[in-house]
Every structure is written in C-alpha cells, then in structure tokens.
T-cell receptor
Framework: SQQGEEDPQALSIQEGENATMNCSYKTSINNLQWYRQNSGRGLVHLILIRSNEREKHSGRLRVTLDTSKKSSSLLITASRAADTASYFCATALNQAGTALIFGKGTTLSVSS | NAGVMQNPRHLVRRRGQEARLRCSPMKGHSHVYWYRQLPEEGLKFMVYLQKENIIDESGMPKERFSAEFPKEGPSILRIQQVVRGDSAAYFC???????????????FGPGTRLLVL
C-alpha cells in the first residue's frame, strides 16, 4: 500500500500566490523528503526533514512535519511559473532507509 | 561534477525483445537504486545495489527483470522478453557510501522512457 499520499492531486494558482501541498504517511519514519519533477524529467531533491524536526525552510520553501498526525506540508511562497511541476513526498520503505516510497504527487500549475 | 547519468533516454522495443537500461551514479556514490514510474503515478522502488551486490530486490518482478552493478562500469537494469505493460519511465538514483547515519538523500537521473510496441 502507499506510504505517502499527497493532497491535492492538482493545484492551479497565479504567479505570486502561495501553494500548499500536503502529504500523509502510515508508518513511523526517520525522515521525510520532498522532490520535484518537471514534465518528462527526473526528480530533483528539494528538502529533507527529520522526524525530530517540526519545520524547515529552504529559500521559498517551507516544510512542516507533524509526526503525531503522520503528515507533512510543503509551502511554496511567491510562486513563479517555473515552479510548475509535480511534487512528491517520499519516506523510507524500510528500516535501513534505503528504498524510498513515493505518493502519486501533486501537480502544480502556476500561470502568469 | 556530473550528476546521475542514464542512457538511453528513450528506448523502443517490440514485444519479446530485451531492454537494457544503464545508469552511471554520481562520482563518489557507491549505492544505486532503480525505480519505475507508470504514467500519472509516483515512483515505485525496484532494487537497491552496491558494487557487485544486490542488497534489496523486494520491488523487482520475479521474472524477466534483473539488475547488476559490476565492479567496473554502470549499473544495468535488464528486462527480458518485454511486454507492453513494461512501458514506463525507469529512474536510477544514487547516494554516497553509508556513514554512521542511515542513507538519506537520493540523487536521481533523468530516466529512461521505455516504450514497448
């Protein structure tokens, strides 16, 4: 079964607006990662948040983690057309943390 | 420092043929992972290898699929007797050697898009 599930499936916003994507997972984790995938391309690592962290920032990205609710959110502030992509959360499939399991992703469209 | 490289980027095969997908990890990385992505889906883990060893193949189909990461050269994902359902994007990722901490960030290649006619 899916470990990470992103919500919403698709999101359309205007440039300058903020975009929030959510991810829920089922089992305990050591960390949670967010990746971006542009259409037809590979995945780009955005940010990793550890299980003992509640919030992390990287540029226009803000990630939160609530281990009690088994959920995470990715906030992109002041969005740009170049942010148009699919966003995936990933957690480790196993204790060793080697195999990542991804949800189906949130497809973000930012129009100018 | 080149990233993870995969070739070919696109591969077309007829049913019954063999598909060979290659992956060169980032310099200094000794761990390789293969994932498959079906259209409109997330990535699904297939196999995790270190040099000359398969560490975890729990996501690999039992038949027709094999993977290797030889001492020299790229990692190879091999699909024998391809069927239409094998059509997908196959991504390779790599990570540096383990230290005391668990493996964390994986760096992904651009993928190979396999189309089986």
């Amino acid at each position: 079964s899916q470990q990470g599930e992103e919500d919403p499936q698709a999101l359309s916003i205007q440039e300058g607006e903020n975009a929030t994507m959510n991810c829920s997972y089922k089992t305990s984790i050591n960390n949670l990662q967010w990746y971006r995938q542009n259409s037809g391309r590979g995945l780009v690592h955005l940010i990793l948040i550890r299980s003992n962290e509640r919030e992390k920032h990287s540029g226009r990205l803000r990630v939160t983690l609530d281990t009690s609710k088994k959920s995470s959110s990715l906030l992109i502030t002041a969005s740009r057309a170049a942010d148009t992509a699919s966003y995936f959360c990933a957690t480790a499939l196993n204790q060793a943390g080697t195999a990542l399991i991804f949800g189906k992703g949130t497809t973000l469209s930012v129009s100018s | 420092n080149a990233g993870v490289m995969q070739n070919p980027r696109h591969l077309v095969r007829r049913r019954g043929q063999e598909a060979r997908l290659r992956c060169s990890p980032m310099k200094g990385h000794s761990h390789v992972y293969w994932y498959r992505q079906l259209p409109e889906e997330g990535l699904k883990f297939m196999v995790y290898l270190q040099k000359e060893n398969i560490i975890d193949e729990s996501g690999m189909p039992k038949e027709r699929f094999s993977a290797e990461f030889p001492k020299e050269g790229p990692s190879i994902l091999r699909i024998q007797q391809v069927v239409r359902g094998d059509s997908a994007a196959y991504f390779c990722a790599s990570s540096p050697p383990k230290g005391r901490t668990l493996q964390e960030t994986q760096y992904f290649g651009p993928g190979t898009r396999l189309l089986v006619l």
